[in-house]
T-cell receptor, first 115, second 113 residues
């Protein structure tokens, strides 16, 4: 079983829809939780990150971390065609842990937002 | 545009060639990374430098040789590659410690013929 499982998709939604992207994990040592967006032929772009539990909001994006359930989510409100990309969740252990520096990525979910 | 700059954008090399990939960041980040990404797969960690010292080598074959000349530059020297090494090679940096979020460049798309 993988340490990080991401809902595979692909996901296709109409413009304006609310999108929910999700990952589960098994390693309780994870403390940093990231979402990256990757457009075709580009590198991943850091969208949001959360340290430990809780919610974080940035414009149309909300990241949620539930450490008790080992579950993280990214919500996109009022989705736009420009949001069409592959979304990668990633997690890493704390600074002083053995695996510091080794982010574990989900396999990615490809989202298409149709006009 | 990203703040991590990688050159070249594309590279085609034969199996007997020697080439280098370059990465530069001017954000003052003290950790720099090389990742390899195959199509429709997540990035895979290759090397990590922290304060210009090699911290992590993920058992990468010796035909890949990293170098960190200073805190802003990272190179990846390539020699005697195989066709299966064809991939997108991504450089990243992080501001804080090794667990901080990554800032990626747009990568070098490498084809080995």
């Amino acid at each position: 079983q993988k340490e990080v499982e991401q809902d595979p998709g692909p996901l296709s939604v109409p413009e304006g829809a609310i999108v929910s992207l999700n990952c589960t994990y098994s390693n309780s040592a994870f403390q940093y939780f990231m979402w990256y967006r990757q457009y075709s032929r580009k590198g991943p772009e850091l969208l949001m990150y959360t340290y430990s539990s809780g919610n974080k909001e940035d414009g149309r994006f909300t990241a949620q971390v539930d450490k008790s359930s080992k579950y993280i989510s990214l919500f996109i409100r009022d989705s736009q065609p420009s949001d069409s990309a592959t979304y990668l969740c990633a997690m890493s252990e704390g600074e002083y842990n053995t695996n510091a520096g080794k982010s574990t990525f989900g396999d990615g979910t490809t989202l298409t937002v149709k006009p | 545009d990203t703040e991590v700059t990688q050159t070249p954008k594309h590279l085609v090399m034969g199996m007997t060639n020697k080439k280098s990939l370059k990465c530069e960041q001017h954000m003052g980040h003290r950790a720099m990374y090389w990742y390899k990404q195959k199509a429709k797969k997540p990035p895979e960690l290759m090397f990590v430098y922290s304060y210009e010292k090699l911290s992590i080598n993920e058992s990468v074959p010796s035909r890949f040789s990293p170098e960190c000349p200073n805190s802003s530059l990272l190179n990846l020297h390539l020699h005697a590659l195989q066709p299966e090494d064809s991939a997108l090679y991504l450089c990243a940096s992080s501001r804080g410690g090794l667990s901080s979020p990554l800032h990626f460049g747009n990568g070098t798309r490498l084809t080995v013929t």
